[in-house]
């Protein structure tokens, strides 16, 4: 397992550290400077992040690990600021109850998700994960519900009327969404997709920043695998911190933040996928056939004298 000393990359207010977030998180981010943190860390359920088992010895010695990080969070936090933080199903009832005693805790957030594949044969497959939204003051926070208003269906699809209103009025066609959110999951195929086993959705977290932060804010991710939190925040006008203390995982960020265009020399670009090359192969491939169908010639376009 490779071990990297701290590197420190910033531009246009976002920051990316390449290092151990426990260490960065003690002595490189100030107490109350964060407006809004995201976590999403590893779950301990045996994921491979580049060679980095998400597994401890025991699951006592995982939620310790987690409970400090937990504390260095808080610390960073605002007094306005927000926190939504995911663990696996198993281990959020633990999240729970120790964060309870810490901040407010306002919200219990299930991501549901459909799946292509069959989950599980003799017991019924996880379809979720759990987040929580927390808060330092539960009188004084960011919350834009305006920004995130989704349909409500009994107003803007069955056209209902409410008769307990003097006069009777049609439902609201729009509301602020409930604790169930249904956003799929970054698949293989999708624009967004990086080569990352456990990345977030764009929409996931536009739905975060834009309720729980305001233009300028600062979004922190101490666990940024593909930095779609930090890329999220970028395109929403506000700054970001990231820490990943994979290599590869960072020249992610890096490339989709658009702070180098070179890492050691290297051109950071987007991997190419395997239906993508197959495409690329077959628009540079020419075909010329006689007017009776038969195939005359096949060759590369880059081979035709122009």
């Known amino acids: 397992m490779k071990v990297f000393k701290m590197q420190v990359f910033e531009k246009d207010g976002h920051i990316i550290y390449n290092g151990d977030a426990l260490e960065i998180l003690s002595n490189q981010i100030d107490d109350n400077s964060i407006d809004l943190i995201f976590?999403?860390?590893?779950?301990?359920?045996?994921?491979?992040?580049?060679?980095?088992?998400?597994?401890?010895?025991?699951?006592k010695k995982?939620?310790?690990?987690?409970?400090?990080?937990?504390?260095?969070?808080?610390?960073?936090?605002?007094?306005?600021?927000?926190?939504?933080?995911?663990?696996?199903?198993?281990?959020?009832?633990?999240?729970?109850?120790?964060l309870q005693d810490k901040i407010n805790i306002l919200s219990r957030i299930v991501w549901y998700y459909d799946s292509s594949g069959v989950q599980a044969k003799n017991y019924y497959g996880s379809m979720y994960e759990p987040i929580l939204f927390c808060v330092k003051d539960k009188n004084n926070y960011t919350f834009n519900s305006g920004d995130i208003l989704v349909d409500a269906k009994t107003g803007s699809k069955?056209?209902?009327?409410?008769?307990?209103?003097?006069?009777?009025?049609?439902?609201?066609?729009?509301?602020?969404?409930?604790?169930?959110?249904?956003?799929?999951?970054?698949?293989?195929?999708?624009?967004?997709?990086?080569?990352?086993?456990?990345?977030?959705?764009?929409?996931?977290?536009?739905?975060?920043?834009?309720?729980?932060?305001?233009?300028?804010?600062?979004?922190?991710?101490?666990?940024?695998?593909?930095?779609?939190?930090?890329?999220?925040?970028?395109?929403?006008?506000?700054?970001?911190?990231?820490?990943?203390?994979?290599?590869?995982?960072?020249?992610?960020?890096l490339r989709r933040l658009s702070i180098t265009e070179k890492y050691n020399g290297e051109k950071l670009e987007k991997e190419i996928r395997t239906f993508e090359t197959k495409k690329i192969l077959e628009q540079q491939t020419l075909t010329l056939f006689e007017p009776n169908g038969t195939q005359l010639y096949k060759t590369n376009k880059t081979n035709i004298k122009k």
């Open 39 to 59: 976590v999403d860390p590893p779950y301990n359920i045996g994921k491979d992040f580049n060679g980095r088992k998400d597994k401890w010895d025991t699951d």
């Open 62 to 98: 995982y939620l310790d690990w987690s409970y400090y990080w937990i504390d260095l969070l808080i610390k960073k936090l605002k007094l306005t600021g927000s926190l939504y933080i995911m663990t696996s199903t198993q281990f959020m009832p633990y999240y729970d109850i120790y």
């Open 158 to 253: 069955r056209k209902l009327i409410d008769y307990r209103k003097n006069p009777p009025q049609p439902y609201n066609t729009e509301k602020v969404p409930g604790n169930v959110w249904d956003f799929p999951r970054v698949r293989y195929r999708m624009p967004e997709y990086e080569k990352h086993p456990t990345q977030k959705p764009i929409a996931l977290l536009e739905r975060i920043i834009k309720a729980s932060t305001n233009e300028g804010d600062i979004v922190l991710d101490p666990f940024s695998g593909t930095f779609t939190t930090s890329y999220v925040a970028k395109t929403l006008q506000r700054k970001s911190i990231g820490i990943e203390i994979d290599e590869d995982y960072t020249k992610i960020g």
